[in-house]
């Protein structure tokens, strides 16, 4: 699963750009922040390779197994 | 439902969102840190991180939930070198910039290397003081054009390993922050390792560097240090006309020499 | 020469009473970088501490020297450094950042013939208002001037127990006569020095203790290593030491309480040294000038002239209550410093009008005043 934290994304775009199989896109919609937050396009292709958390520079992605629940 | 970040919990609490600018490259260089901390398994009370002044100075500044001593600009180094001789058993880390390294700050780098203090070292290398709006630094490549340097850069700039390595480090890395992975190993390396350690990674600054000198945005820039750059382990092999403009990454220097602190412990007990 | 404390009568220069202060108040780190008229001091540490499970660094200058003890201080650690003006020039800055930070630390300063290079060996009382106004800002600082060898050692322990009790960087304001002069100093037993603990806080803080991060009336350190998981810095912080730069609030807020902790305990930190008795003639000093008075008071007496002695131990914060009583009880104050004036202003504005300031400083700057210049000139005002 991936958990886009819009409020701590700044709308870069690393993350979308250095998705090797395309499941984000940079999203139409505007935050509070004034920014476009990258949506998940296509989840079943994520190989949970971890480049767009490791990319991401403000801890607004997280990828993962549903095992952290909270 | 909700994943939470592995790395979170070395975030100072009401820290979370950082004053860097968007797809700056100190909040990557920030996590490979922390997540060098994490996989090592060690806890993160037992480490000083020490930085300057400067945007890169803010990386753990007070983004880690552990003790940051945030100094004046151009000294974390020598700051650092009372901190650690004072109680070796911390493991202290500095993480500045550039400018403050090895321009305001270049004398302590080159003396803490000489001294082989047990230091880690983190500079986070975007080739212009961004704080300050964009001015020419001592790793801004020649002939480019900054608010200092409007018709360019007539110096040349550091080569850092290289003056780290000459100047005694017993570990010295470069990467960018395009090559996370192998920073983080990188920075395991330093941490464990005895002795100066050094690693530069070469960072976008999207804001003051990308868009004054053309060099584009974050992902632009990102993409061209995975272009650009080539493994220390294949330059022997290039020619000097294939390695203009390239970035040499990987380990420079793992060496074994006499470390401070430690020699300092020998000579209490030799003088008794 | 491996005891922690020397006790004991010793014939000893200035500088290694100052650095046999130190030993003796705990401290256990020294970084400096060598300068005449301070060197010996350096050179003391650099054999005595690593005797006494300390450590000494000689750092590459010394904005790094000053770099380095507030670093050590922080793991909890006593430190001190000694230099001379040019040194004390290129520390201000990270003096400023001691102050700001709340890093107890000792800055001897053992003070030369200046501006700039000036004269290495020449002593001189130059960076009196240096101490008080050398960094930028608005801040209270504290600095204390030996007139004796046995003074370099027991003002060095006040000066730690000082900068441990308010947090803050002291000044040792020796000069080149003091630093590089043998005499008696007595060491006392081990037993007799008191030594002033830092306040530690209790264990791992709640965010609602680290509140206390500034108080006026001195919040106990966090020191490294502890899991305080504490955040130093430079920049202006509030009540928690988050920092916050963009409110006038919390710099007016971080500098009057940073202050404060200085002057609300004006009276605990300021000692002088009074002998007045019904004299109408006063003279001030400090430091090694307060040797010529001594001299020249001995003079005067013999020609049955009563004139007293005040000196000022503590320079900074400035004995301004103890001035303004002083005027009122005698007619005319002879100030004596080898300078030009730095703290006679002081003095004028405490005194009110109350009585004359006569400024006094030698014939020839540097060298100590000649005592029947003192005795010529006090003969003339009486």
Redesign the interface.
């Known amino acids: ?1 991936i ?1 886009i934290n819009e ?2 994304c ?5 993350c979308v ?2 998705c090797p199989k395309d499941v984000l896109k940079m999203s139409n919609k505007l935050t509070k922040k004034g ?1 476009h937050p990258p949506e998940v396009i296509n989840e079943k292709d994520c190989t949970l390779c971890g480049n767009c ?7 607004a992605i ?3 197994k ?1 095992e ?3 | 439902m909700k994943i939470v970040h592995p790395l979170i919990k070395y975030v100072r609490p009401g820290f979370l969102s950082t004053t860097n600018c968007a797809g700056c490259g100190n909040g990557i260089i920030a996590q490979s840190i922390l997540r060098a901390v994490d996989e090592l398994e060690m806890d993160i009370d037992d480490f000083v991180f020490v930085s300057g002044i400067g945007c890169a100075a803010w990386i753990p500044s007070p983004f880690f939930n552990a003790d940051v001593l945030h100094t004046t600009h151009g000294r974390p180094i020598a700051f650092a070198t009372g901190v650690k001789l004072s109680n070796p058993k911390l493991r202290v880390m500095v993480v500045s910039g550039d400018g403050d390294l090895v321009a305001i700050g270049g004398n302590h780098f080159i003396h803490a290397a000489r001294r082989n203090i047990d230091l880690t070292v983190i500079c986070a290398n975007n080739g212009i003081y961004g704080m300050t709006g964009g001015q020419v630094g001592p790793t801004t490549p020649s002939g480019l054009k900054t608010a200092t340097t409007p018709y360019g850069n007539l110096e040349r700039p550091f080569d850092l390993p290289n003056l780290a390595k000459a100047a005694g480090a017993v570990y010295v890395a470069r990467w960018t922050t395009y090559h996370a992975r192998q920073l983080t190993k990188s920075i395991k390396r330093a941490v464990q390792k005895k002795g100066f350690s050094f690693i530069e990674v070469i960072s976008q600054c999207p804001v003051q560097f990308g868009r004054r000198t053309g060099a584009g945005n974050a992902v632009t820039m990102m993409q061209n240090y995975k272009k650009n750059s080539v493994s220390i382990k294949k330059v022997d092999k290039l020619k000097e006309n294939e390695l203009k403009g390239k970035i040499i990454v990987g380990e420079f220097i793992d060496r074994e020499e006499p470390e401070l602190c430690e020699e300092i412990a020998k000579m209490r007990e030799r003088i008794g | 020469m491996s005891n922690k404390v020397l006790t004991g009568l010793h014939f000893m220069q200035g500088d290694i009473a100052c650095a046999e202060g130190a030993i003796a108040a705990g401290c256990r780190f020294f970084a400096g970088y060598p300068i005449t008229p301070a060197t010996e001091i350096a050179e003391r540490m650099a054999k005595r501490l690593p005797e006494v499970g300390g450590t000494y660094a000689q750092m590459e200058d010394e904005l790094g020297s000053m770099a380095a003890i507030i670093g050590a201080s922080w793991t909890g650690t006593r430190a001190m450094t000694a230099t001379s003006g040019p040194g004390i020039s290129l520390m201000l800055e990270n003096i400023g950042y001691a102050i700001a930070t709340e890093t107890p630390c000792v800055v001897v300063n053992v003070q030369r013939g200046a501006p700039s290079t000036g004269s290495a060996t020449l002593s001189f009382q130059g960076d009196i208002l240096q101490a008080r106004r050398g960094s930028h800002g608005e801040y209270e600082t504290i600095a204390l001037a030996p007139s004796s060898s046995q003074e370099m050692f027991d003002l060095t322990i006040k000066a730690f127990n000082l900068a441990e009790k308010f947090r803050t960087p002291v000044f040792l304001l020796a000069d080149a006569f003091i630093g590089h002069m043998r005499e008696e100093v007595l060491i006392p037993d081990k037993s007799k020095i008191n030594i002033v603990k830092r306040k530690l806080p209790p264990c791992k803080m709640s965010l609602n203790e680290y509140k206390s991060s500034l108080d006026e009336n001195v919040a106990p350190m966090p020191i490294f290593g502890h899991g305080f998981k504490s955040h130093v810095t430079g920049s202006t912080h509030n009540s928690y030491g988050k920092r916050d730069v963009t409110n006038y609030e919390a710099l007016d807020y971080e500098v009057k309480l940073l202050s404060k902790k200085i002057s609300k305990h004006k009276r605990e930190i300021i000692s002088v040294d009074s002998e007045i008795k019904d004299s109408n003639v006063v003279l001030i000093s400090y430091g090694t000038t307060y040797r010529a008075v001594r001299e020249a008071r001995k003079m005067l007496k013999r020609d049955n002239i009563n004139v007293g002695s005040f000196r000022l131990i503590t320079l900074w914060p400035f004995p301004e209550e103890e001035i303004e009583d002083l005027a009122k009880k005698v007619k005319k104050i002879i100030v004596l410093e080898n300078n030009l004036g730095q703290i006679v202003t002081y003095i004028k504005a405490a005194v009110k009008g109350e009585a004359e300031v006569i400024f006094l400083p030698p014939q020839v700057l540097g060298t100590l005043h000649k005592p029947d210049y003192i005795v010529d000139k006090v003969k003339e005002v009486i």
């Not at chain 1, 958390?53 to 801890?59: E, I, Q, R, S």
């Open positions: 699963m958990e409020e701590l700044k709308g870069c775009g690393l750009a250095f920014i958390m490791l990319y991401c520079p403000d801890l997280v990828i993962g549903e952290k629940i909270v």
